[in-house]
């Protein structure tokens, strides 16, 4: 079974995986750290021209962010081997979903 993830759980995953801090992303996107919390929340979508300086600050493919929700970089799947932390994390965006 798969589960796409949101555009907010896909910046959530890959802030974390990039180890920033909302103040830190807010910071460099020159927003409210609140306003990053609402988007990973699902609270609020960023329109597309907005995921531009967003995935410059993460590291990201524009693209990747916008159309692919389900995927995961291979850095992060080879976290996801060692780092207990990075399991929990993924678990918790996909709501449970054990594979």
């Known amino acids: 079974m798969q589960a796409d993830l949101t555009i907010g ?3 959530r995953l890959l802030r974390r ?3 920033l801090t909302l103040s830190t992303l ?3 996107l020159g927003v409210d750290p ?3 919390s609402r988007v990973e929340n699902g609270q609020l979508t960023p329109a597309r021209v907005h995921l531009a300086p967003w995935a410059e600050a993460v590291g990201a493919d524009v ?3 916008h159309y692919g929700f ?3 970089p291979p ?3 080879n976290r996801l081997w060692t780092d207990n932390q990075a399991r929990r994390d993924v678990r918790e965006l996909l709501g ?3 594979a």
């Open 96 to 98: 449970g979903i054990h």
């Open 70 to 72: 389900g995927f995961v």
């Open 75 to 77: 850095d992060l799947v």
């Open 63 to 65: 693209d990747a962010i």
């Open 34 to 36: 609140s306003y990053v």
């Open 17 to 19: 995986q990039r180890a």
């Open 26 to 28: 807010a910071a460099r």
């Open 9 to 11: 759980q896909t910046l």
